[in-house]
T-cell receptor
Framework: DAGITQSPRYKITETGRQVTLMCHQT?????MFWYRQDLGHGLRLIYY???????DKGEVPDGYVVSRSKTENFPLTLESATRSQTSVYFC???????????FGPGTRLTVT | SQQGEEDPQALSIQEGENATMNCSYK?????LQWYRQNSGRGLVHLIL?????REKHSGRLRVTLDTSKKSSSLLITASRAADTASYFC????????????FGKGTMLLVSP
């Protein structure tokens, strides 16, 4: 199906474990983004990518790793999950610098 | 720091009434965008207004932009219960062209 998808949609993990959240888009958009959404903080940018093999930090990158070997995929890895990383994570993509963004459905992550 | 700040934080109206939400920002922008988020879902792009535009319409939505006051407003006319959602403004800066900076949103409740 066309669009932007995220997997898994729900994930429960334990403190210290590595977790990878997947994001896939079918539009060949250049830009891809990872946000986290928490009550009281709105959406905060974790990492973004302007093209394959080009990534950059956002507002809250600590504890996260990204890669973008293919244009359509942008996985987000929590190297050693902490309770403070319990959140809803949204992936988004955009065709160009000054265009609208399209968001995935989100992944609800709980770290116990 | 938050570039966009929505006002009010919450708004409760009856079906058929108009809803107005405001957004203020701090630095020079390339464009400003409004998004809607239904509970438990991803964000959906509503409208984009560029810095050289003053007003834009899309269906029942009207967006204005005042760059001298660094503010924007979103008007939803003849609101419906289905408009119940959170609404976010987001800005693309003139510098750092790549990323969107979101406000914390306005929660709109439209009662039948």
């Amino acid at each position: 199906d066309a669009g932007i998808t995220q997997s898994p949609r729900y994930k429960i993990t334990e403190t210290g474990r590595q977790v990878t959240l997947m994001c896939h888009q079918t539009w060949s958009h250049s830009y891809m983004f990872w946000y986290r959404q928490d009550l009281g903080h709105g959406l905060r940018l974790i990492y973004y990518s302007a093209a394959a093999d080009i990534t950059d930090k956002g507002e809250v990158p600590d504890g996260y790793v990204v890669s973008r070997s293919k244009t359509e995929n942008f996985p987000l890895t929590l190297e050693s999950a902490t309770r403070s990383q319990t959140s809803v994570y949204f992936c988004a993509s955009r065709a160009g610098a000054a265009y609208e963004q399209y968001f995935g459905p989100g992944t609800r992550l709980t770290v116990t | 720091s938050q570039q966009g700040e929505e006002d009010p934080q919450a708004l409760s109206i009856q079906e058929g009434e108009n809803a107005t939400m405001n957004c203020s920002y701090k630095t020079s922008i390339n464009n400003l965008q409004w998004y809607r988020q239904n509970s438990g879902r991803g964000l959906v792009h509503l409208i984009l207004i560029r810095s050289n535009e003053r007003e834009k319409h899309s269906g029942r939505l009207r967006v204005t932009l005042d760059t001298s006051k660094k503010s924007s407003s979103l008007l939803i006319t003849a609101s419906r219960a289905a408009d119940t959602a959170s609404y976010f403004c987001a800005t693309v800066l003139n510098s750092g062209y790549s990323t969107l900076t979101f406000g914390k949103g306005t929660m709109l409740l439209v009662s039948p």
